[in-house]
């Protein structure tokens, strides 16, 4: 039987990528130190040292459980999207899609004004919105436009909104974080909001209307859920019914 090698750290443990008891717990802690570092100092805090100083360990324990300082950074954004994840609220039937989508919104914008440096580190870099729980909360995000697109609500095309909704929560944070203190004005928030709700709905449901359009996403919207059809038939309706949205 081979002998276990040591670390360079020389704790005995298992070199990078390899499991160990505890190691889920130590990667933790570290994560956690390198947030509290982030939020107080910064992105030029997250030293490699300094992580390993914060959670008692030595330097070349990190390289062993991140791979590098870019893994540990990767580390840090997946925590952050899981954390703003689990903010969110999902009601399957909302009572009104369009307040439930400005709740949405200011839902991404506490969080990001709540902590600033770390939603600077995951949305400034686009490599860091490769994580599992960005996509999660992507879903998410797309489970509220279907539902804005089945009750005829949604004017533009359920990725261009998506698109949209996106930018403008990223773009609200990130220029509120820039401005001087003094400059910070609640309008901004309200008003960017408020023109997002204008870009991608309606007032009133499309469907009451005459015209195509608003009826194509509609349909369009719940197509998934039908199972008369088959793949081939759904496939020839959904380009014609995104011929027939594209016409608003």
Known sequence: MPERSTSEDGTGAPAYGAASPG???TRQRVVEAAIGLLTRGGRDAVTTRAVADAAGLQPPAIYRLFGDKDGLLDAVVEYGFAAFLATKHVDPEPQDPIEDLR???DVAIEFGLANPALYTLMYTEPSRT???????????LRGRIRRLAAGGWLRVDEELAAQIIHATARGAVLTWL????????????????ESMVAAVTNQQPAVE???PAGAARALRAALPEQTSLS????????????????EA
């Open 231 to 246: 793949s081939a038939e759904q496939l020839l309706l959904r380009e014609w019914l995104d011929r027939l949205a594209a």
């Open 130 to 140: 490769s994580s599992a729980a960005f996509k999660a909360g992507m879903e998410i």
């Open 23 to 25: 190691r889920e717990q």
């Open 178 to 193: 820039s401005l001087p203190q003094d400059r910070r004005d609640p309008a901004l928030l309200s008003t960017l909001r």
């Open 209 to 211: 209307h005459s015209g």
């Open 103 to 105: 709740a949405g919104w």
